[in-house]
C-alpha cells in the first residue's frame, strides 16, 4: 500500500490531539473520583518493624487468640488496618470483615482481589495463609440491622471482642439521605451490634477531626451537634427525597458539606449509645499515604491533595485557591491505623467495667490524631517538597510541563484558571470540533473546578487543634509497641516522607513503574520548550495587540 506523505501528515496532529484530550479527561475522572485500580511497580518495602522476639508487645498479648470485626475493610484505612493486623499481631484468631457486594462483583471475588493486591506481599511472606484467618461476612452498614443474617449475628455476638468501626462514605457531595444512612444510622446499628457482644473488650469509632468543623479550636471532647443524631435519621426515613435535597443546605447551616455533617451527627449517636461500653474515639485529619509501612508511600485513591498532586503532577491541575501559610494537617495512613490499635489496647485496659464499684457510664476517650502539634506542615512547603521529588521522578503520563500556583486570593485564583486551565480548553475544543471531534477539555475542567471548591474549604483556613489524650496515649506504649505500632507524628520528617510519597503517587495512582524515569526526563523536558514556547507566543501576541490598541486610541 502506497502511503500519502501529505495525507500523514495532515491527519496526525489531530490524532494525537484526540489522544491528549482524551487522555486529559480520563485523568480528570480520575481526580474525582476513587480509584482504586493498582498495578505492579516499583515497590519500596519500609523498615521491618516485626516485633524483636526478645522485646514482649503488650498490645500483641491483648490480640493473641482474639476475635476481631472490621467494617470499612475494603477502604483506604481498613485495607491497612487488615495488613497490619494480621501482619503485626500474628496470633489473632479469627479476623471479620463485614463486606458487601460491589460493581457487580461477588465478595469473596471482590476482596480476592483485594488480597492479591501488593500491599500485602509483606504479609505474605511472614505468613502465607493469613486468608484463612478472614471470615468474609455479607452485610450493608447502611442498611436497618446491618444486613447480617441472623446465623452472622450470632456469631458475632459470640466471638468477636475487638471492633473497628470505620465504614463510611467518604464523597463529600453525597446526597444527604445517603450519608445519614451510612454514617449515622449505621453508627447506631454498630453499636446495639456492640451491646449484644458478650466478650466485648474493646470499640474504635474512627470519625474525622473535621467532625466539628465550623469551630475554629478542636478538643478532645465532645460537641453538641447541629441536629442530634436519632433525630436526623427520623428525618431522613420519614421525609420525600426531593424535599429532603431541596432543604439540605439549611440544614447543613456552617458546615462545607454532608460528610462532615453527618460525621457530627454520628459524634452524638457515639456519645449516647456508647453508655456501658468499652468505646473509644479516633479523629484523623486528613489521611493521605504511608510513611513507613507496609509500603513507604502506598495510596489507593486521590482524594483531597493527593488529587492535587496528580493533577498538577501531569499538568492537569495549574492553579489552587489555598491559604499557602495555613497549616496542611495531614496524616500518613500507617501512622493512623497504629494510632487506632493503641487506642483499642488502651480501652481494654482502662475500660471501667473491668474494676470494682468504677462508673461505666463515663463519655468514651476521644483522639485528635492531628500533625499541626507535633509536626506542622504548611500548604506551601507541602507543595514545594512534592515539587522538588516530583521534577526527579517526572510521569510518563505527564500532558503538559509542570505548572502550579497557590494563592489565597479568589480574584487571583480565577485569572489563573481563565488563562491556563478555560482559554486552553476553549482552544482545544474548538479545534476538536471543527474537524468533526467530541470537545473535552471543558468538561475536564468543570470537573476539576468542582473538585477544587471542595477541597478549598481545608485549604483557606486553619484549626487550632488539642491532641494531650493521643499524645499521652504514645508516652503509654512500652518500648516494643512504640516501635511496631509508632503512631508519634512527631517523628514524621515531612522532606523524606514527601520524597517516598510521590514515588507512591508515581507507581500506585499513575501506573507508572519508576524504570520509565530515563524517558520521563525526556518527555519533561519536551514538554518543558514547548511550554515555554507557547508562553513567548502568547506575549508576543498580547505586546502586538496593545500596540494595536494603542494606535487605534492615539490615532
Request: net charge neutral; charged share 25%.
Amino acid at each position: 500500500m502506497i502511503r500519502n506523505p501529505r495525507k500523514e501528515k495532515t491527519t496526525r496532529p489531530y490524532k494525537y490531539l484526540e489522544l491528549w484530550c482524551g487522555c486529559l479527561n480520563k485523568i480528570a475522572d480520575m481526580v474525582l473520583t476513587e480509584q482504586t485500580d493498582l498495578r505492579t511497580g516499583d515497590l519500596i518495602y519500609g523498615e521491618n518493624m516485626m516485633d524483636d522476639p526478645m522485646k514482649e508487645s503488650q498490645i500483641q498479648k491483648l490480640f493473641n487468640g482474639s476475635t476481631v470485626l472490621i467494617t470499612g475493610g475494603t477502604g483506604f484505612l481498613g485495607k491497612l488496618l487488615v495488613e497490619k493486623l494480621l501482619r503485626s499481631c500474628p496470633d489473632v484468631k479469627k479476623l471479620y470483615l463485614i463486606a458487601r457486594p460491589k460493581k457487580n462483583k461477588e465478595i469473596t471475588k471482590r476482596l480476592q482481589e483485594q488480597f492479591d493486591d501488593e500491599l500485602y506481599n509483606k504479609l505474605r511472606k511472614v505468613s502465607p495463609d493469613f486468608e484463612e484467618k478472614i471470615g468474609i461476612i455479607e452485610g450493608d452498614v447502611g442498611l436497618t440491622g446491618l444486613g447480617v443474617s441472623e446465623e452472622d449475628r450470632a456469631k458475632i455476638t459470640k466471638e468477636v471482642e475487638f471492633i473497628f468501626h470505620g465504614a463510611a462514605t467518604v464523597r463529600f457531595d453525597e446526597a444527604l439521605k445517603t450519608a445519614v444512612e451510612i454514617n449515622v444510622r449505621g453508627t447506631r446499628e454498630m453499636l446495639h451490634l456492640a451491646r449484644a457482644c458478650t466478650k466485648l473488650r474493646a470499640y474504635v469509632h474512627i470519625s474525622t477531626a473535621y467532625s466539628n468543623c465550623p469551630l475554629n479550636e478542636i478538643d478532645e471532647k465532645f460537641y453538641e451537634a447541629p441536629l442530634a443524631g436519632d433525630k436526623l435519621i427520623d428525618l431522613v426515613e420519614n421525609m420525600d427525597v426531593k424535599i429532603l435535597n431541596s432543604i439540605t443546605p439549611g440544614l447543613l447551616g456552617e458546615f462545607p458539606n454532608t460528610y462532615a455533617y453527618t460525621k457530627s451527627a454520628a459524634e452524638d449517636i457515639v456519645q449516647k449509645y456508647s453508655k456501658g461500653l468499652p468505646v473509644a474515639m479516633f479523629r484523623p485529619s486528613i489521611v493521605i499515604g504511608t510513611a513507613r509501612e507496609p509500603l513507604q508511600g502506598w495510596i489507593d485513591n486521590v482524594y483531597g491533595p493527593t488529587g492535587v498532586v496528580v493533577g498538577a503532577a501531569v499538568g492537569l491541575i495549574h492553579a489552587l485557591n489555598c491559604n499557602p501559610k495555613a497549616i496542611a494537617d495531614l496524616v500518613p495512613g500507617d501512622l493512623v491505623v497504629n494510632g487506632c490499635i493503641a487506642a483499642a489496647w488502651k480501652t481494654a485496659r482502662d475500660y471501667p467495667g473491668n474494676h470494682e464499684e468504677a462508673p461505666v457510664d463515663q463519655l468514651p476517650t476521644i483522639y485528635n490524631y492531628v500533625s499541626s502539634e507535633q509536626a506542622p506542615l504548611s500548604w506551601e512547603n507541602f507543595m514545594k517538597y512534592n515539587e522538588v521529588h516530583g521534577f526527579e521522578v517526572p510521569t510518563i503520563s505527564a500532558i503538559w510541563y509542570y505548572l502550579f500556583m497557590i494563592t489565597p486570593s479568589k480574584f487571583l485564583y480565577n485569572f489563573y484558571c481563565l488563562f491556563l486551565h478555560w482559554i486552553p480548553a476553549y482552544i482545544v475544543d474548538a479545534v476538536l470540533v471543527l474537524i468533526g471531534k467530541k470537545p473535552m477539555l471543558r468538561k475536564a475542567y468543570k470537573k476539576i473546578e468542582k473538585f477544587s471548591a471542595v477541597i478549598g474549604y481545608f485549604a483557606l483556613r486553619e484549626w487550632k487543634f488539642h491532641n494531650n489524650n493521643t499524645q499521652n496515649l504514645h508516652k503509654e506504649l512500652c518500648d516494643a509497641d512504640k516501635d511496631i505500632f509508632n503512631c508519634d507524628m512527631g517523628s514524621v520528617d515531612w522532606n523524606e516522607y514527601c520524597k517516598a510519597y510521590i514515588k507512591g503517587v508515581r507507581v500506585h495512582l499513575l501506573k507508572d513503574p519508576l524504570d520509565t524515569i530515563p524517558q520521563s526526563k525526556r518527555r519533561h523536558f519536551r514538554l518543558k520548550v514547548l511550554h515555554y514556547f507557547c508562553i513567548s507566543l502568547l506575549c508576543f501576541g498580547l505586546v502586538k495587540l496593545l500596540m494595536f490598541l494603542t494606535r487605534m486610541v492615539l490615532g
